[in-house]
């Protein structure tokens, strides 16, 4: 997964460390309750239930969603969903149990998952035996034919585990709940579970910003990161350029953070934060050149967090690349962007460097 996970970026064990680094202690409640599915439905379409959006947003073929539909319809038991509730936001997240949820909400729509070419796939049970009384039948079909069997499903229950953080205020355990429960084929990490749990304006703007040519040239390739490094790595920059001197490790936990109170920016704090940011790019660009970052073997994450921030707030001279030849040979420097690299000590380290060497 780590492997995956860092592709074209240089292998730095104390990244590796932080990634797989132990959560702080939370205090949560979790209590089971019942839904029906009629009723899980009506939230999907209220907003008040949201089933986050990424990627590999729903996988099933129809063998496996004819087959969940099918055991409503049986009253065999589903296995559980795990909802994390949003005070805040009055919205419950899911968090486990995505593939199932998205199978009944599609069901009951009648449609067979998202649009392709502007086309939508009506949502027939044509994945079950022949032989079944339910074989090809629709939502709609139910409703006119068999209303013994279309009330059965609208009542049938689903259990889910509803998770709610006490202390510390805020939500930041989701991103840790999220990352232990999603036991899927391909573990999700990273910015791909913040794409999923702190959904919004703020995520949104990075997704956007990520496709920014001048950034695809400092980060060395024209096609996005299959696990979204490049776009944790826009939101590295924001959160030390923000908020560097309040860092505490581990670094994911510091960047979860500072996106969890963003989440739902203003439009006037995008703009600026798209201007700092292009502003910045094309700036790195013309005076250090593409892929200024692959220093050693592939792109430094610590030196780009450095660097990319000090420039941005220290500005651009005559001599800056000149003295960016002089600080990557700086072996405290070096020390402090191949060694500890997320330790509170070598961030404030190399960062002092930078500035020095910049301003």
């Not at 063998?63 to 795990?82: C, M, N, T």
């Not at 796939?121 to 209303?147: A, C, I, M, W």
């Not at 924001?238 to 994911?252: A, M, Q, T, V």
């Not at 920016?265 to 593409?290: A, H, P, R, V, W």
Request: aromatic residues 14%.
């Amino acid at each position: 997964m780590i492997a995956d996970y860092n592709e074209g970026l240089e292998e730095i064990e104390s990244e590796t460390d932080d990634v797989d680094s132990t959560p702080p202690t939370y205090e949560v409640i979790t209590y089971p309750a019942d839904f029906t599915l009629e009723g899980l439905v009506s939230k999907y379409r209220k907003g008040t239930m949201i089933v986050p959006g990424f990627q590999r947003n729903f996988v099933w073929n129809i063998k496996q969603a004819s087959r969940l539909i099918e055991s409503f319809l049986l009253g065999l038991p589903v296995p559980a969903i795990f909802l994390f509730t949003d005070d805040k936001k009055n919205e419950q997240l899911v968090i486990d149990g995505q593939q199932r949820l998205m199978t009944v909400f599609y069901f009951f729509e009648g449609y067979f998952g998202e649009p392709i070419n502007g086309r939508r796939k009506v949502f027939k049970l044509s994945g079950l035996n022949e032989k079944s009384p339910f074989y090809n039948k629709t939502y709609n079909d139910l409703r006119e034919t068999d209303q013994a069997a279309f009330n059965k499903l609208n009542d049938s229950v689903l259990r889910a585990f509803v998770v709610k953080q006490i202390t510390p205020n805020g939500n930041t355990s989701v991103f840790h709940i999220f990352e232990r429960l999603n036991t899927g084929g391909t573990q999700l990490v990273g910015q791909e579970i913040r794409n999923c749990v702190y959904h919004g304006a703020f995520n949104d703007m990075l997704c956007q910003l990520n496709k920014y040519n001048n950034w695809r040239k400092i980060f060395g390739s024209e096609l996005p990161h299959k696990r979204q490094k490049d776009i944790e790595l826009i939101l590295r920059f924001f959160s030390f350029y923000e908020n560097g001197d309040n860092y505490e490790r581990p670094i994911k936990d510091f960047m979860s953070n500072y996106m969890a109170k963003h989440q739902n920016i203003e439009q006037d704090k995008i703009e600026q934060f798209e201007i700092l940011f292009k502003n910045s790019c094309d700036n790195i660009l013309e005076y250090l050149g593409e892929k200024p970052f692959h220093i050693w073997s592939g792109f430094n994450v610590a030196a780009y967090d450095s660097i990319f921030t000090t420039l941005a707030k220290c500005g651009f001279k005559d001599n800056t690349a000149e003295n960016f030849e002089k600080l990557i040979k700086d072996d405290d420097f070096v020390k402090g962007v191949r060694g500890a690299t997320a330790d509170e000590k070598i961030v404030a380290l190399r960062m002092m460097l930078a500035t020095q060497y910049f301003s």
